[in-house]
């Protein structure tokens, strides 16, 4: 879910899959801020941190179209998931 938001998101505003602006409208450059910080040479990044108690869904988000667009350092994992076991999910 999270990465199609920030997928959208991104389309939204103009931006390509690496956060840089392609957009057409200076609409689209309003409130970036909202969603974004801008980096260096005119890069925006999600202003997010994405969770999940197992590395699989991480590297699904990392290897998407959008994948680059996160910074490394705001992925957090655990090693081992809930296996869709609700309780061993809530109480991890």
């Not at 997928?7 to 909202?34: A, C, F, K, P």
């Not at 996160?70 to 090693?79: A, I």
């Amino acid at each position: 879910i999270g990465a199609a938001f920030w997928q959208q998101i991104s389309g939204e505003h103009g931006l390509d899959g690496n956060g840089v602006y392609n957009g057409t409208s200076e609409l689209q450059l309003e409130r970036m801020s909202v969603y974004f910080n801008e980096g260096a040479n005119n890069k925006y990044v999600p202003r997010a941190v994405l969770v999940d108690l197992e590395p699989g869904t991480m590297d699904a988000v990392r290897a998407g179209p959008f994948g680059q667009l996160f910074r490394p350092d705001n992925f957090v994992f655990g090693q081992s998931g809930a296996g869709n076991n609700w309780a061993k999910g809530h109480y991890t």
